[in-house]
């Protein structure tokens, strides 16, 4: 009989859906049609995926998504705030399937919560890495525009520096390095966007400010040509957007089909929902909530993330103590708080413990079925 391996994900929810509320602007796009728009986001182990191998277990498949979470979390310790991103570029776990320029050239991008700049490999490539279909090129495109050094949305970058343009005028150039070497070198410029919807029916967007990257190299996949960034940051898509989707845009992911909602769609509504709010830290927007506890059961283990002298009466930790990110799969938690969870899941589950083979995880059943399998929520301020 095959052997079964039982891992403990802190969510257990087969559906999760986000709404964000979103202020401020440096740019004005295009107006979008009324009453907003949706996009299909892909998975990247879904057989809709260029990343697709069904030569791969599931098995395989969990232990990428855990390594691809590792790899992500040294961005949120003690980054300085500006649109670097530094993750692995191919590490995304949603893809998102649009247009670039006029006429509109198809591409698919990573969709990334935690990350601030659009860009795309452009040509003429100094270096650019291998890409399944046609590179964008800004000279074939109607409506490109460069961007002005001196513009303020330029400004805003921690690495710019001013080249000569196609016109000899200086325009913006971004750099942004990643946490593996990877890294995207090009110019900072405006196109229209255009997304396909729900309708049927394709919404352009113009004036969206994203990177034309024609110096790229590292560890990126030929499955896509760059990054989507969904970030509550100045320069980032769904703030540049703006008022035309009133400053609203949520994402549901499942199992199967996922989907990324723009304005008026993006409102979450119906029986059974609730929200809590974001908190604001720094200048970059990550999405950050606060986490009271976890709850095991019946049993409350306190999400602590202050020293015990840092504390006061009756508070329960630091606010904005967690982090939304599209392209992690596992909750993560510091160790101290996740030695309380693991100690207080293994009295409770009834199993078998065995070792896992791959020396991922901690907890690990042999078991066919585990008979007492408690309930574990996330408990956040409502």
């Known amino acids: 009989m095959a ?30 049609e009324a009453g ?27 232990a990428n998504a855990i390594r691809l979470s590792f790899s992500r979390v040294a961005r949120f310790a003690g980054w300085p705030y500006d649109i670097q991103s530094p993750l692995f570029p191919s590490g995304g776990e949603y893809l998102m399937n649009l247009s ?14 935690g990350s601030d700049l659009t860009w795309t490999q452009c040509r003429p ?10 590179i964008f090129d800004p000279k074939k495109s109607s409506t490109y525009k460069e961007l002005p050094c001196i513009s303020q949305p330029c400004r805003t970058l921690r690495n710019f520096t001013c080249t000569k343009g196609t016109k000899g005028t200086p325009v913006c150039q971004y750099k942004c390095d990643y946490a593996d070497q990877s890294y ?11 997304f396909g919807s729900s309708s049927g029916r394709p919404i352009s967007v113009g004036n969206i400010l994203f990177g034309c990257g024609h110096n790229n190299g590292g560890n990126y996949n030929a499955a896509t040509a760059g990054l989507i960034g969904l970030a509550g940051g100045s320069l980032s898509i769904v703030r540049q957007l703006g008022d035309s ?28 929902v609730v929200s809590t709010p ?5 200048t970059f927007n990550y999405y950050y909530l606060t986490l009271e506890s976890i ?22 930790g630091e606010e904005g103590n967690i982090i939304i990110d599209s392209g992690s799969v596992l909750t993560l938690l510091p160790s101290g708080i996740f030695q309380n969870l693991e100690s207080q899941l293994s009295k409770v589950i009834e199993g078998k413990p065995m070792k896992d083979p791959g020396g991922i995880f901690k907890l690990c059943y042999s078991d066919d079925n585990i008979d007492n399998y408690p309930p574990l929520c996330l408990y956040h301020n409502f």
């Open 3 to 32: 052997t079964n391996f039982y891992s403990l994900p802190i969510s257990l929810c087969p559906l999760l859906a986000f709404t964000f509320l979103l202020h401020l602007l440096l740019l004005t796009p295009t107006k979008t």
């Open 36 to 62: 907003g728009f949706t996009v299909d986001l892909i998975h990247r182990d879904s057989p809709q995926s260029p990343f697709y191998d069904p030569s791969i277990t599931e098995s395989d498949r969990l």
């Open 100 to 113: 670039i320029g006029t006429p509109p050239l198809k591409t698919t991008l990573l969709a990334d919560t």
């Open 125 to 134: 490539c100094v270096k650019c890495f291998k890409q399944n279909f046609t």
């Open 184 to 194: 995207t070198i090009g110019d900072v410029a405006m196109d229209t966007f255009t």
């Open 245 to 272: 989707i009133d400053w609203k845009f949520s994402y549901c992911l499942g199992t199967n089909t996922s989907k990324i909602s723009f304005g008026d769609e993006a409102v979450v509504s119906g029986p059974g």
């Open 278 to 282: 974001f908190v604001f830290k720094g």
């Open 295 to 316: 709850i095991v059961g019946n049993k409350r283990l306190g999400y602590q993330t202050k020293m015990p002298s840092e504390m006061i009466s009756g508070s329960v």
